[in-house]
């Protein structure tokens, strides 16, 4: 008994009842979706399909179709990155062209392009870096 006092005596006379609380990243928050009544019927044969209720396989759905766009989503580029991209695809052209000179001539031939083309590679990736 005395034991019992001494614990509640610590915590000011109250004792901690009720479930623990849920992390921040284990919460999950409301949202409120509107949808057609054959919408509604799709979500809930496909729940039923599953044995998933009918709200978690909702917002499966809704995850899944939320990342893949995520992965589709294009930032436009600023006239400055376009003109870096289109350097790169133009570097990658010539390292190409070089493969195939050095494949057709031997690469003692090639030798003299590819140092020139290393040298201008090196300054484009210094501004890329800068960029």
């Not at 209720?53 to 600023?78: C, D, K, N």
């Not at 590679?121 to 501004?127: G, I, M, S, V, Y």
Request: glycine share 6%.
């Amino acid at each position: 008994m005395a034991i019992a006092q001494s614990k509640s005596a610590d915590k000011g006379g109250k004792k901690k009842g009720g479930r623990p609380k849920k992390e921040l990243s284990e919460k999950l928050v409301s949202i409120t979706m509107h949808v057609t009544p054959e919408d509604f019927m799709w979500l809930h044969m496909g729940a039923e399909q599953v044995g998933m209720p009918l709200s978690e396989f909702a917002r499966e759905m809704v995850q899944l179709r939320a990342r893949r766009q995520l992965r589709r989503l294009r930032v436009p580029l600023t006239p400055a990155q376009e003109q870096l991209a289109t350097r790169l695809a133009e570097a990658c052209n010539c390292l190409t062209r070089l493969e195939q000179l050095a494949q057709e001539s031997g690469y003692a031939a090639a030798a003299v392009e590819v140092g020139a083309t290393g040298q201008e590679l090196a300054h484009f990736l210094t501004q890329l870096a800068r960029a």
